[in-house]
């Protein structure tokens, strides 16, 4: 088993399952559909990284489902506490803002989501991961190249998108000071835009795509 690839894609997997979640709960609470990744992909980073840290460091209470609930819920507010008060550091904007729930410290963390991501965690451990486990184990015993060609597909995507939506993003810096509250939609809508209408060969390939185009591009003075 190529262990890089492995922990990779069990990342991957977890950050689109992360952000399926995300849409699904917005879209319940706000009735639109929102893209709450930092990336333009559909995955939400956060969830891959805390997957693997449960995986990791809370495997060995898999069976003890109250202590796994508890380490779940501290490891992920940590985690989601630390992480939004760098994107603000590094970016200026507030990419999530839980200050109008009750319980919830700095607006960056909030009891009810912590309260979920325990049950997330025994889920994880308990249920999830021993199939997601076991598929990657066959795929890589069974059919070893369409393992290496879904994750260096993955990889490569996902690099490309961190890539290109992080200098974006911080080319945006200026323009997003002063994006206190919960702004992840509209930092992605202006990465998007920026990205409709940059370079010629961006263009170039929005117009190959024409389903890739995020927004109308402005007509010509």
Same mark, same amino acid.
């Given at each position: 088993m190529?262990l890089?690839?492995y922990w990779?894609l069990?990342?991957f997997?977890?950050a689109?399952?992360?952000?399926?979640?995300?849409?699904?709960? +917005?879209f319940l609470? +706000?009735?639109r559909v929102t893209?709450?990744g930092?990336?333009?992909g $559909?995955?939400?980073?956060?969830?891959?990284?805390?997957a693997i840290?449960?995986?990791?460091?809370?495997?060995?209470?898999?069976?003890?489902l109250?202590?796994?609930f508890?380490?779940?819920f501290?490891?992920?507010?940590?985690l989601?506490y630390i992480?939004?008060?760098?994107?603000?550091k590094?970016?200026?904007a507030r990419?999530?803002?839980?200050s109008?729930r +009750?319980?919830?410290?700095? %607006?960056?963390?909030?009891l009810?989501?912590?309260f979920?991501?325990?049950?997330?965690g025994?889920l994880?451990?308990a249920?999830?991961?021993?199939?997601?486990?076991?598929?990657l184990f066959?795929l890589?015993?069974?059919a070893?190249?369409?393992?290496?060609i879904? %994750?260096t597909f993955c990889l490569t995507?996902f690099?490309?998108?961190?890539i290109? +939506?992080? @200098?974006?993003?911080i080319?945006?810096?200026?323009?997003?000071?002063?994006?206190?509250?919960d702004?992840?939609?509209?930092?992605?809508?202006r990465v998007k835009?920026?990205l409709?209408?940059?370079?010629k060969s961006?263009?170039?390939?929005?117009?190959?795509f $024409?389903?890739? @185009?995020?927004?109308?591009?402005?007509?010509?003075?």
């Amino acid at each position: 088993m190529n262990l890089f690839f492995y922990w990779f894609l069990v990342f991957f997997i977890y950050a689109t399952m992360g952000w399926m979640i995300e849409m699904v709960s +917005t879209f319940l609470h +706000t009735h639109r559909v929102t893209n709450r990744g930092f990336l333009i992909g $559909p995955y939400c980073p956060i969830y891959g990284v805390a997957a693997i840290l449960m995986i990791v460091f809370l495997g060995k209470y898999e069976n003890d489902l109250p202590v796994l609930f508890g380490m779940s819920f501290l490891l992920s507010s940590v985690l989601e506490y630390i992480t939004s008060y760098f994107m603000e550091k590094i970016f200026h904007a507030r990419w999530w803002d839980y200050s109008n729930r +009750t319980f919830n410290v700095n %607006g960056r963390i909030c009891l009810l989501n912590c309260f979920y991501f325990g049950i997330l965690g025994i889920l994880l451990l308990a249920y999830v991961h021993p199939l997601i486990r076991a598929s990657l184990f066959y795929l890589e015993q069974m059919a070893k190249p369409y393992f290496y060609i879904l %994750g260096t597909f993955c990889l490569t995507v996902f690099m490309i998108d961190f890539i290109t +939506t992080f @200098k974006i993003t911080i080319g945006l810096k200026k323009n997003l000071q002063g994006l206190k509250k919960d702004y992840t939609d509209e930092i992605s809508k202006r990465v998007k835009d920026t990205l409709a209408n940059g370079s010629k060969s961006i263009q170039r390939i929005f117009k190959a795509f $024409p389903n890739l @185009k995020p927004l109308n591009k402005k007509k010509k003075q």
